[in-house]
């Protein structure tokens, strides 16, 4: 079946530096791929949809500024936490659709934990 | 009103009973319709898909009420390790295609 490979697993950094999330589809080619954050006990939250070869589209309340994205090829995109703070910390984790298949194939997620 | 809204739980069941969750959603448009399973701390797993005619995998079956807009997971003989959150997802395709996730519902069985 589909993967999407998602780097780092875990990350613990101090408050200030910016952090980069890589989510890589590995054998298919994913032209959206979508990026959540997810809190303890609470549901995924979309934050933003990544198009290769364009520009983000971002959620209401999500920072275009804070949280970077790069889609720039059919198998990788890129979430960049900019000067993270301790609010920040969270699950992150990236999916991608297969195609013309609207099945969604989800990264491991990454844990941030800013200190 | 929510695009998706799921009763969040937590649902606590013993082991062998029969568990229900609906999920309505609120875009009549709305056009494919999945249940994914996520354990704490891990990524959403797909469990199935969801069709008009309703699907059944095992001891899972799915249903679709378009004219009520909801969706359903029966889960039959409930096992230990079914303990997870069930997420319902609904995909709206227009000018481009919109995921949208639920909040989630927490199943517990115990033994």
Redesign the interface.
């Known amino acids: 079946g589909a993967v999407v490979s998602q780097h780092p697993s875990r990350v613990i950094c101090k408050s200030g530096t910016s952090v980069k999330i890589e989510c890589r589809s590995l054998d298919f080619q994913a032209t959206?791929m979508?990026w959540y954050r997810q809190f303890p006990k609470?549901?995924?939250m979309?934050m933003a949809?990544s198009n290769e070869g364009s520009k983000a589209?971002y959620e209401q309340g999500v920072e275009k500024d804070k949280f970077l994205i790069n889609h720039a090829s059919l198998t990788l995109s890129t979430l960049t936490v900019t000067s993270a703070h301790p609010e920040d910390s969270s699950?992150y984790?990236c999916?991608a659709?297969q195609g013309g298949n609207?099945?969604?194939?989800?990264?491991?997620?990454t844990?941030l934990s800013v200190l | 009103r929510k695009e998706v809204e799921q009763d969040p739980g937590p649902f606590n069941v013993p082991e062998g009973a029969t568990v229900a969750f609906n999920c309505t959603y609120s875009n009549s448009a709305s056009q494919?319709f999945?249940w994914?399973r996520?354990d704490c701390?891990?990524?959403?797993?797909?469990l199935m898909?969801v069709y008009s005619s309703g699907n059944e995998d095992g001891r899972f079956t799915a249903q679709l009420n378009r004219a009520s807009q909801y969706i359903s997971l029966l889960i039959r003989d409930s096992k230990l390790s079914d303990s997870a959150t069930y997420?319902c997802?609904v995909?709206l395709y227009s000018s481009?295609?919109k995921?949208?996730?639920?909040?989630?519902t927490r199943l517990s069985i115990r033994p």
């Open positions: 959206t979508f609470k549901s995924l979309l949809t589209t699950f984790i999916s659709a609207e099945k969604l194939f989800f990264g491991s997620g844990q | 494919s999945f994914y996520q701390r891990k990524e959403p797993k797909l898909s997420l997802v995909t481009a295609s995921i949208i996730f639920g909040s989630g």
